[in-house]
């Protein structure tokens, strides 16, 4: 398991954030594709496809350019897309083997002030995943770009039967992707004591979010509670690589202490590659598997 933590530090209005990260490529998987970024006041989680390395290639390299255009600046919602647009160009410069494509989820949140007020800046493409933990309660607030949460949405399958579905692992927008790229974009405001959750799929596709909810709550430092989130996922069964940031924020400048009911307990204050929408083997359509 890869880890890396950092102390609390001011990133933006008075926010300080802490924050802690952990990585594993799990049991089934000789590389880890996944890449992550978590350095202030940008956190993010990529997942890279492509076959043999040129996934691994993709979620680098997108990392690499947001931390080029982000990591230690004044992080405005246009200065995020532009970042964005940038990765998507160089994903797509990548060569992979015949038949597939380079390509990578990106998921996270970057700390900006907008008019003085903090907020999360979440972005999403892909089936990564961004949750906040706040009063207690754990809260999706990506949405998978993926067939299996179209059939949901459209009430085709239960989301117990999504678990398990043929297509589960089928994503339909990434970086990397041909055209434009298509982002989901939700500006928060932050509350005192917010926690982050920043995870690729081989979280959520080993530990189901009650586990998750109870978990961030009961460890009460960030790099406690990625390390042990990872560790739970691989005894799971880990099918793939899984990365999990967790970030929370802390002290914020003139904000009722009500907030602190966000604080997690004690804290003072077939097989499982992903593949993009439209791969079948033998359909004739480029395939790209992470």
Not at 47 to 66: I, Y
Request: charged content about 25%; proline content about 4%; some cysteine.
């Amino acid at each position: 398991m890869t880890r890396g933590s950092r102390m609390s530090v001011e990133v933006t209005a008075g926010v300080h954030a802490s924050w802690g990260a952990a990585t594993d490529r799990g049991l089934r998987r000789t590389l880890n594709e996944d890449a992550y970024l978590a350095s202030a006041p940008v956190f993010v989680v990529a997942d890279g496809m492509g076959g043999h390395e040129a996934g691994e290639v993709a979620s680098a390299c997108a990392v690499d350019v947001l931390r080029a255009r982000l990591v230690g600046r004044s992080a405005t919602p246009e200065a995020v897309n532009a970042a964005i647009v940038e990765a998507h160009r160089e994903v797509q410069r990548i060569e992979a083997e015949p038949g597939r494509a380079a390509g990578t989820t990106v998921s996270g949140v970057v700390l900006s002030a907008v008019e003085g007020v903090p907020y999360w800046i979440v972005v999403n493409l892909g089936d990564s995943r961004t949750y906040r933990l706040s009063r207690g309660a754990l809260e999706q607030i990506s949405v998978d770009h993926s067939e299996v949460q179209e059939l949901i949405d459209s009430g085709a399958v239960t989301r117990a039967e999504a678990a398990h579905h043929p297509r589960r692992h089928v994503v339909t927008r990434a970086l990397g992707a041909t055209g434009a790229v298509d982002v989901d974009y939700w500006l928060l405001p932050v509350s005192a004591n917010d926690r982050i959750l920043v995870c690729s799929d081989g979280l959520t596709g080993e530990l189901p979010d009650p586990f998750v909810a109870e978990t961030l709550l009961a460890e009460s430092d960030p790099q406690a509670a990625a390390d042990r989130l990872v560790a739970e996922a691989v005894r799971a069964g880990g099918r793939d690589n899984v990365t999990v940031l967790v970030v929370d924020a802390r002290a914020l400048e003139g904000a009722d202490d009500g907030s602190s009911l966000t604080t997690p307990r004690g804290h003072d204050e077939p097989d499982d590659d992903t593949l993009p929408r439209g791969s079948r083997p033998g359909s004739g359509t480029r395939e790209a598997a992470r």
